[in-house]
């Protein structure tokens, strides 16, 4: 043996002799314990001058049977002390035998981690500790064909960066969960950003990939330092809707198509299915009913009323109609007079005739009264309306045809109606009809809408119905080389699977949509990032079709749970840090990762591009600024003179 191969030798068995920890000791179908070393029980080793932390629970070992290094995970340990005293101890704690509990997560092959169980280890099968390139080998995730971005550093282990492979990441649905305050929005667009950094320049990227962010708080809008969230601000389309009466607001545009779906119109007005939907569809596909115009439509209404001769209709039916229709007229003056004089001039016989109070002209004469109120009507000027607002008055032109003619139950039908004014208004300010298509290749690839005016009603139909009309628009383009990612921050304000102010259908609705866009958005290109704080609040089907994850603290329990249930990546040592993780840390874990590790994620910088949610800071408000000024000052002075003291002048 030459002295070349001879050191080589050397230097290998002196680190197995250092790495080897002990050995297998018991293999329980999937349970596998090792025996300790007695030498190996301190908690440090040293290694060519190296300190290295000798293994723990939490901490990887390999196992190496044959040629085959099986990397497992340290779930548990625990102590067995020798019963009958052995006079070659020197030591007590060489009486203690040390037993680790693990579990299998992989094994290492052509220098590479495959995730799986390949082969179970035997009895006497050595183990040793990970040396620094099979502990990087064990964190890369990144696969030969992906390109990597630094999303951190392993928290445990502060040089081992952490890289997601953008492939395995982000094609695919990612959930980001965690309580109020520990890190998600700033995770998010930290992933996010990194992102667009690594591929803003590319056109194909700018082409063929479309981001859209709903943001319902408006972090991602603006910070103290200008609207450069995430990326710069030209890169990007902001739209900040508002039902307010705010000018500065934007509309966001809604296809001719979906505005004309019935199912739009359910979801916006909460319409009953057995009654209201069907009513909406005859609205909605009953052209030759408004072919006439509206004046005409009114005409025939009051004619009806007239005709009918029906006592429950009457006066209250016609003026009913004229106040629904005073949103829609322009010269709403006359309305007015009209309707106070059709209080004054007509009433009702008994028997539900009308004539006309007029005592010269006290006769029953229905033409007359016809004339009055064909004068009247044929002189009302319909406003200039929206595309939202014609849906409104037909609506309102259909249920007062349908109630006056028999057709309708007002029972079925008025709860409706009296959603009606309220939902038509904020919905007019917050969308647009138009098939302008808000992504296309001149425009910017992300897309932000900031819901934080939006109120609480619209706040929950909008998001579905913005998420339904990209997901229809990308499915019916079935490309396979353009991709959308829809990221929901405060997923739970509409995944929430309990809630118990909305009727069944419309939750059916809403679930089966996102259900649908997670179960086969993949097959169109379409992928969901959902951040939550509440977990145990979203349908489970959308939580355990996720496939990756990253979870930061989390403290109540039924969110741990739920958590814990539908991940079945996460090992019992990563489930247990769940509610001690500090803000800005979390558990990467799912499809992409090989094991679940424990991530500090980077800071965004520079700091324009973190996402405005920064904590209120008591002291900095509640102080006064001299005082403030005045404690700085004495914590100088304080340190100024231990600076000065020298230690031989103490007296102690
Ligand atoms: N990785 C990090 N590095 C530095 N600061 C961070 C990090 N993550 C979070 N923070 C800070 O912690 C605070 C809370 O973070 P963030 O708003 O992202 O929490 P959240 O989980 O989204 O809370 P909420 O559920 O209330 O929206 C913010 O001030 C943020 O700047
Ligand atoms: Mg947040």
Redesign the pocket.
Known sequence: MNKASENITRDVSLKNSIFRIGYVFSVDGLEIKIKVDKRKNSSHLLYKGDLLKNTSVGGYLKIAKGFTSIIAKVGGEYIKEEKYYNYEYKREEDKIDRILKVQLLGYIENGKFERGIKELPLIYNQCFLLDKDEFSIVHDFVNVNDKAIKI?SLALEKGQDINIGINSVFASHIGIF??????????LA?IYRELFLKFQGNLNFKNNAKFFILDF?G?YVSNEFGNDIIINEPNKSIYELSTSNNSNSHQFPISKENINNTDFWVIILDATEKTQKPFLQRVLKNDSFFKKGYVEIVNDIFNDIIVKEDENLGLKAMTNLLSDLYDYIENKQDLLTFKSEIGEKLGTYKNGNFYIKNPENDKHDKSEIKNIIKKNINDFKFSELNEVKKIGLKIILKYHSEIVNGHSNVEHLSPLIKRLDKRIDELSKIIKYNDEEIFTNEKPNLVIVSLKNVGIEMKKMLPLLMCKQLYDEKKAKNENTTYLNIII??AHNILSYKSDRESETWKDYRLETFEEIIKEGRKFGVFLTI?S?RPSDISSTIISQLHNYFI?RLINERDIEAVGRTISYLDKVSHDTLPILP??TCIFAGLSAHVPVVV????IEPKKH??D???INLIENWVDKEEQTGTKIEDEKVLIITEKIDTDDLPF
């Open positions: 951190g965690g309580n109020t305050g520990s890190g998600k929005s700033y995770t930290k708080n972090e921050d405060e951040a704080q930061h803000t800005g500090k994620i980077d800071t973190e996402p949610n920064k904590t």
